[in-house]
């Protein structure tokens, strides 16, 4: 899932490929059908997203025809980071301080 975002937020010009912390960066589908795609369409086909968009499709029945409008990723690691002086942090042990080479993504899907 690290690749997937890491690829999709280098496409859309993060430089390094780490998404920012809280409100993060958004991915939605392009209006414009010249614009290249390929980043949308990775975040929604992530394992993540999909099994969300699968269950819509399944369940449209019983939940109303819903789509998915847009993925937002951001960097838990790096929101921790800014509270580190103020007690303890909650992240994974291990795992390099935000700012570095990993992230841990959070995603929020608006339907």
């Given at each position: 899932m690290k690749n997937i975002i890491r690829d999709a937020l280098i496409s859309e010009g993060v430089a390094d490929g780490i998404p920012p912390p809280w409100p993060g960066h958004t991915f939605a589908p392009s209006e414009d059908l010249e614009?290249?795609?390929s980043a949308w369409e990775a975040m929604v086909g992530s394992p993540n997203v999909l099994g969300i968009a699968w269950m819509l499709i399944?369940?449209?029945h019983e939940?109303?025809?819903?789509?998915?409008?847009?993925?937002?990723?951001?960097?838990?690691?790096?929101?921790?980071?800014e509270f580190e002086d103020d007690g303890p942090v909650d992240k994974p042990e291990g795992q390099p301080s935000a700012g570095q080479t990993d992230f841990l993504p959070c995603l929020y899907i608006e339907l």
């Open positions: 614009e290249d795609g399944q369940h449209a939940m109303g025809d819903k789509i998915i409008h847009s993925v937002t990723v951001w960097d838990r690691l790096a929101e921790a980071a």
